[in-house]
């Protein structure tokens, strides 16, 4: 197995995953930003991989992160960088199909977060069967969407980022109520091509956009808000206004 070892927020995640197939970058790390979790915290991950997510979200909270993974050779690359990460102590990754977890995982926690398969309809089919398991849903995307809220306690958060083009699958899955996007801009003017989803269950607020974060300037450099998350490690503000 051919692996690079990859620096995450400004070097203070280093991440080792395949040289080949999927490779985790921006859509990981905002993910991890956009969770509010709390110390003393335990976090789902569905769909974990060599763990970036996960890792850079236990390096900026004092919370426990657990991750599931279809592929075992990711699961032990996920624990070898928590462990040349020093994160041992608060993450596990557990061998396991994200829509039916494993039974000690069949429980409740206080924040689930997946970056799930979510190209399907495009046409697009990758030659590298691990790199197709983990971005082709297969019809499969609300299946993650509502599997995932079935982990998440009362009051807990559910969290996705998705194609901006499938929100309205998201929100047949969830429902609207106590779920706010948060949109993922390119550039100013442009149309976003991601998006968070985050779901309060139980939860009646109404529908919400949130103005969302530009990520380049009129060039390719990140904007000062985006390299506060992406360089140096910042939470996302996910907040409805």
């Not at 807990?156 to 499938?166: M, P, Q, S, V, Y």
Request: with cysteine.
């Amino acid at each position: 197995m051919n692996v690079t070892a990859d620096k995450f927020i400004g070097g203070r995640v280093i991440v080792r995953q395949m040289e080949s197939g999927f490779r985790s970058g921006l859509d990981a790390v905002m993910l991890a930003a956009s969770i509010p979790a709390e110390a003393g915290q335990e976090v789902l991950e569905l769909g974990a991989g060599a763990g970036a997510a996960s890792l850079c979200l236990a390096r900026r909270a004092n919370c426990s992160v657990f991750g599931i993974e279809i592929n075992p050779e990711l699961v032990i690359l996920a624990d070898e960088n928590a462990a040349e990460n020093d994160l041992s102590e608060r993450m596990r990754f557990v061998a396991g199909d994200a829509l039916h977890p494993p039974a000690e995982l069949r429980r409740a926690f206080e924040h689930v977060m997946c970056n799930p398969p979510f190209h399907d309809e495009d046409g697009q089919t990758s030659p590298d069967a691990g790199r197709a398991l983990a971005l082709q849903d297969r019809g499969t995307l609300g299946d993650w969407l509502t599997g995932g809220m079935k982990r998440v306690v009362s009051n807990g958060t559910f969290t996705a980022i998705l194609r901006a083009d499938r929100l309205n699958e998201a929100l047949t899955a969830l429902g609207e109520r106590g779920v706010s996007v948060f949109p993922l801009w390119p550039r100013s003017g442009e149309a976003a091509k991601r998006i968070l989803v985050r779901a309060v269950k139980g939860s009646r607020a109404p529908f919400a956009l949130l103005p969302g974060l530009v990520l380049h300037e009129a060039g390719s450099n990140y904007t000062r808000a985006a390299n506060a998350i992406l360089r140096d490690g910042h939470a996302l503000e996910f907040q409805r206004a």
